[in-house]
């Protein structure tokens, strides 16, 4: 993964966007920027953003001019992640190996900050000048519903509702296509509108998407089982004692782990279906292929 | 006021809009449905989405064309109302003489309530589907600024900050202009970007915005001095217990008052300034006339 060309051309233009972005903020709040900061810089994948480019060069659209809309769900992500970890929420003490905006900061400003985050990436979209003014409003509309209580926020809804709760299998793909999947699918998305996508193109996209979000969660539940606090940065075993519904509490640790070999296929047959005819567009399905390398286990 | 025709015609429209979002969420999600409808229904004078539809009429736009723009503000400011009241911030128990969110559900449920309305708000832009797209754009981008860490985030922030010191009145117009004028700002600047209005009446919009949000403030803080918790629907004294800068702390409740006076007086000026031409022009301009009722003590 560290030699794919694509992520390397875009990983620091990406940082230094989100830096830029928080720079720009009023000069007299430098605690507000310094919590913001703290949460963003060097953290991460950035593996939305990534698809949104990805996606964008895939469908006839210069990476650079999307790089605003990209960013913004990142922001999403990192706002998501920020209240999640509020008291009020998960409670969690650290995130990706750092303490996290509550502890190290104070709760109003994690809940501040995670709100500027939400509201900013609204802004960032508004910076795509590239893109038409009507496809920029689709991607509002998009980033919007994924992000709100028609996606993420709903899932996180039932999420919490299901703690004490058994859940079917069903229940639990709801759960995270609306927790997860949904911002994983709106990032492909938002790479279409800004450029001119074929239907075959499109539909491939969307397919990937769908895909990459049921392996992400159900990768995410087995390293929450299997890994240690050391890898993961977080505090692990966490889901099972809050009695947690997971992919391996549901399916046993070896059907999960089938389960998301089955979703990595279908995401690489998906890249297959791709039209590509440029070295860029190749490239960039050489990232989507490569970055499956992060759903391993 | 109770008999400003323009009021009478629009408040039960912003009424109807803001529960048809909400009824239009998942169905799933009658928790978060049930909570942001306990904040939302009934509550506030709808001033900011009022000026909204007041500006747009008096720019030339019809007020119906412009309903979930100016509803888009009512979120934003509900929002912050619910993340305002919460533990990790003000820890209010009562807001407009219902119990608050946290109270009557759970932390967890009025973060995400908050962060529901704060992203919505954007797409609900997004259905003002008679304004063009490029104003669109325009108004999802000075809503984000108007809102996030350029705006009321960062006079949140400075609100917090400025506890536990003394401001001069300098600093205290500052913190007031960003947490509560921008939204004003924005609100007039949203019914601009709905019609087509000349340079003159622009102007006369913005000055009166300027205006206004700054009487808002002053009699916010006079309010909080003066009147009993059976009034406001919150505890009061509750500012003067935090020692937070108000205007009358800062220039007695003689100076405030004053201030306020000229404020209101300002506003007037600003609505005779618009060049009205049609009776329902004049009927909007009727209601920023008689909307300063709101603002005496």
Same mark, same amino acid.
């Given at each position: 993964?560290?030699?794919?060309?694509?992520?390397?051309?875009?990983?620091?233009?990406?940082?230094?966007?989100?830096?830029?972005?928080?720079?720009?903020?009023?000069?007299?709040?430098?605690?507000?920027?310094?919590?913001? *900061?703290?949460?963003?810089?060097?953290?991460?994948?950035? /593996?939305?953003?990534?698809?949104?480019? #990805?996606?964008?060069?895939?469908?006839? #659209?210069?990476?650079?001019?999307?790089?605003?809309?990209?960013?913004?769900?990142?922001?999403?992500?990192?706002?998501?992640? /920020?209240?999640?970890?509020?008291?009020?929420?998960?409670?969690?003490?650290?995130?990706?190996?750092?303490?996290?905006?509550?502890?190290?900061?104070?709760? #109003?400003?994690?809940?501040?900050?995670?709100?500027?985050?939400?509201?900013?990436?609204?802004?960032?979209?508004?910076?795509?000048?590239?893109?038409?003014? *009507?496809?920029?409003?689709?991607?509002?509309?998009?980033?919007? *519903?994924?992000?709100?209580?028609?996606?993420?926020?709903?899932?996180?809804?039932?999420?919490?509702?299901?703690?004490?709760?058994?859940?079917?299998?069903?229940?639990?793909?709801?759960?995270?296509?609306?927790?997860?999947?949904?911002?994983?699918?709106?990032?492909?998305?938002?790479?279409?509108?800004?450029?001119?996508?074929?239907?075959?193109?499109?539909?491939?996209?969307?397919?990937?998407?769908?895909?990459?979000?049921?392996?992400?969660?159900?990768?995410?539940?087995?390293?929450?089982?299997?890994?240690?606090?050391?890898?993961?940065?977080?505090?692990?075993?966490?889901?099972?004692?809050?009695?947690?519904?997971?992919?391996?509490?549901?399916?046993?640790?070896?059907?999960?782990?089938?389960?998301?070999?089955?979703?990595?296929?279908?995401?690489?047959?998906?890249?297959?279906?791709?039209?590509?005819?440029?070295?860029?567009?190749?490239?960039?399905?050489?990232?989507? #292929?490569?970055?499956?390398?992060?759903?391993?286990?």
């Amino acid at each position: 993964m560290k030699n794919n060309q694509f992520m390397k051309k875009w990983l620091e233009e990406i940082e230094q966007y989100l830096v830029s972005m928080i720079d720009g903020l009023p000069s007299h709040q430098e605690k507000l920027q310094s919590a913001m *900061k703290h949460v963003v810089v060097g953290g991460g994948k950035r /593996i939305r953003p990534m698809l949104v480019l #990805a996606s964008a060069q895939v469908c006839g #659209a210069k990476p650079k001019d999307v790089l605003p809309a990209a960013c913004a769900l990142e922001m999403i992500h990192t706002y998501s992640l /920020i209240h999640d970890d509020l008291p009020g929420m998960d409670d969690d003490s650290m995130r990706r190996g750092k303490p996290t905006i509550h502890v190290l900061y104070d709760e #109003a400003t994690a809940i501040l900050s995670g709100d500027a985050f939400l509201t900013i990436a609204f802004e960032a979209i508004c910076q795509t000048k590239e893109v038409e003014a *009507k496809n920029l409003v689709q991607m509002v509309q998009a980033l919007s *519903k994924a992000s709100g209580a028609r996606g993420m926020i709903a899932g996180q809804m039932l999420d919490i509702a299901s703690e004490e709760q058994s859940l079917t299998l069903e229940e639990l793909k709801q759960i995270h296509q609306e927790k997860t999947g949904k911002l994983i699918q709106v990032a492909m998305q938002i790479g279409c509108l800004a450029g001119n996508p074929s239907n075959s193109t499109k539909e491939a996209l969307e397919d990937f998407a769908t895909h990459y979000g049921l392996a992400f969660q159900i990768q995410n539940d087995l390293q929450d089982v299997l890994w240690d606090s050391q890898k993961t940065g977080k505090e692990t075993g966490k889901d099972q004692a809050l009695e947690k519904n997971t992919y391996p509490s549901l399916m046993g640790i070896a059907g999960a782990k089938l389960a998301l070999e089955e979703e990595v296929m279908a995401c690489q047959k998906s890249i297959e279906q791709l039209p590509l005819t440029s070295d860029e567009q190749l490239e960039a399905a050489q990232f989507l #292929a490569d970055s499956l390398q992060y759903l391993t286990i």
